[in-house]
């Protein structure tokens, strides 16, 4: 099988390269790889298409995306062409060529109302750029016609480069208290986990095509933002990690009372079951893929 993986130097790009190279040859085009018939750049639709054409490959894995919420406000047009033009351009080649696309999407989709799990039926609506391109991107995606695995997911972290949890230890490292959001609840998903559950989904797909689809991944369980940095730092100082702001010093805040450019969802919680049925999957909680990424990020056990 010979797999092109796009945005292999993100978080989830980076542990794609190790979850897949087992299924076949893996080429891996960064951003700046933009020769006419090697362009790993996704702001650039039709050289994707030209590169897909020209590679041939059984599988493209596209983990790049424009994930700069509040940015993407006033920067629609190159959110629009990293998070739906070009996921479609590679829906087209691939539909072509009879090949798979592997693509995640986000609970950004969703308008974030109620406090129950969405199911892949649920209707959308984004609130917020970001969300809408993700959408769009998806339905450009399904009405290619091309065999797909679209993975929704939500607050991806990863022991490489920076996420909620190492940013809670820096400012808790720095103050004695901390105001976090307490209205948002989803669950905190490690890149190793959506890399893993997308290799064996993949591995199931290719083989039997009526598995292909939209399926939401995401870890077990839920949380408040609150909570998770007060997990964090309970985790830490159990560990020694010098802290001037324990977990009893932080306070939750209302969404309102913390504005920013896009909106957030409030109700990011995602229904797996469909996943979990049709591919013969556990998905652990959402602590033991944090713990496992702190112990990483700062060197302890």
Known sequence: ?????????????????????????????????????????LTRPEALNTTVMALRPDVVVNAGAYTAVDKAETDAGTARAVNARAPGALALALAELGGWLVHYSTDYVFDGSGDQARDEQAPTGPLSVYGRTKLEGEDLIRASGCQHLILRTSWVHAARGGNFARTMLRLAAERDRLT???????????????????????????????????????????????????HVLAWARQRGVALKAGPEAVQGIATRDYPTPAVRPLNSRLDTRLLRQRFGLHLPDWRSGVDRMLCEALNLR
């Open 180 to 230: 976090v959001v307490d209205d948002q609840v989803g669950a905190p998903t490690g890149a190793d986990l959506l890399a893993d559950i997308t290799a064996h989904a993949l591995r199931r797909a290719v083989l039997d095509a009526g598995l292909g689809g939209t399926y939401h991944a995401v870890a077990a369980g839920e949380v408040s933002w609150c909570d998770y940095a007060r």
């Open 1 to 41: 099988m010979k797999i092109l993986l796009l945005g292999p130097d993100g978080q989830l790009g980076w542990e794609l390269r190790r979850a897949l190279a087992p299924l076949g040859e893996v080429i891996a085009l960064t951003r700046a790889d933009v020769s006419p018939e090697r362009c790993g750049d």
